[in-house]
């Protein structure tokens, strides 16, 4: 293609064969905890893409969402160590976490209409005091609620498919597994290989995505498209037909558009959809990412998980010290009841009147990404203001998640387009 017609492809002229399924190669990320909500997946979907959900601190999602009291009841049974640094005996009720996931899958799929897809993310860091057996609850109530695909992220998942090999939907439910480089990839298929079960796609996700990541201190050092090439390379030399999904800092459709080029079957995309409507976020939060600018984004040490993650560095979590909130939540204890925010707390020092002074090192990640205090985002999240219109209050209009989906699959020559703008014209406001 001659330069022009680069510019001039959009992601509407490739379709992603998954199976059966003839879809829009979009699919929106999973965003914990609850920002990719029921409403932003189900709205992927509708439109022929696919949409996740996220299982991040599901029985908090669904005492929210469902009305159940599974943190409160988790809080009781444990109140023992609440003011002990030592969490050993804090658990999860398997049977509770089962029903959480369960009616949180459950209500979202009974919701779905459309030619597309839903699928949830399931994150391995959330190790839960119980890292196997955790997982395996949470996979078998996304299974058995009727999820159609299962995105294995942050953590190599080299157990994770060997859980759920039993289940009867172990080989019809879609599983991919995100990595960051091929030697991640070649770790996850040994265990896929053993099992005679390989991945229906796998998510390339660079180092400008959200969340964590799976890079470290020289994240600037790789880039996505390197990254991408390398694995379509590898699994054309291993003849292994796996679809590649490209996730990270891709912002326009004409992005999109250069990874499909090459060989990508869809692309997983997620800041822009920080300011839509459906997206979980309350209100305040959305003109938080809205306003960002480039000098506010960083790639922090805080998380309790040990991988880096990209945040606002205006986000409420930074510096705080809360009191660990284990009994409650305790999503990243792991087996022996250790989580590197519960050591930083210990460690900080009380002012004059007692009271803890800022944890400067980690931030309990359960507690304020309950409250939305973290605001994790990609690196292009300081472009979101050129993607809507600034009010007449300073604030920014918020999107639907539609618009921005059409966005991805119309858009040529690295154009964003705005809404239709909520305010009346400037004229229309003097007359009235
Ligand atoms: C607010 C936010 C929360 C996220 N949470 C998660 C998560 O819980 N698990 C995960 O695997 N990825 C998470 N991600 C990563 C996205 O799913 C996605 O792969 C990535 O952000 C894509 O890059 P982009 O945001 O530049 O489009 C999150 C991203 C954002 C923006």
Redesign the pocket.
Known sequence: MNPRTLTEDKVDNYRWQLGQLELVPIV??????D??TTALALTACRLGGVG?I?D?MVQHVSDRKYNTHFTKAKSETHRATRDQIDKSTVKFNLDHLYQAQLNHVRYTMDRKQGPGAIFI?V?EKLTMGAPGDTLQARLRGALDGGIDGI?L??GLHIGSLKLIADHPRFRDVKIGP?VSSVRALKIFLKGAVRLNRLPDYV?V??P?????LGFGEDWRDYDLHTIVAEVLAFLREENLPIPVLA?????TGTDAASFLRMGAAG????????ITEE?G?PARVKQD?ARAREEDLVVSNVSPTGYPI?MLSYSPALGSNIKPQCEAFGYLLDRDGHCAYLDAYDATPVDENGRKLPVQDKVCLCYHFSKFNC???????YRLKDTTHRLADGSYQILTASHVFSDYQFSTSHRVALPASQEPPVAAVVNA
């Open positions: 929106i990320g999973g965003m914990g905890v920002i990719s996740h996220s991040a993310n994150m995105t992220s942050a995100i998510v996700e660079g400008l995505a959200g969340g964590h996730a990270g800092g891709i912002f692309v997983q995309v997620a800041t822009r959809f920080t997206c976020l990412y990209r605001y994790t985002c990609g690196q292009y999240a």
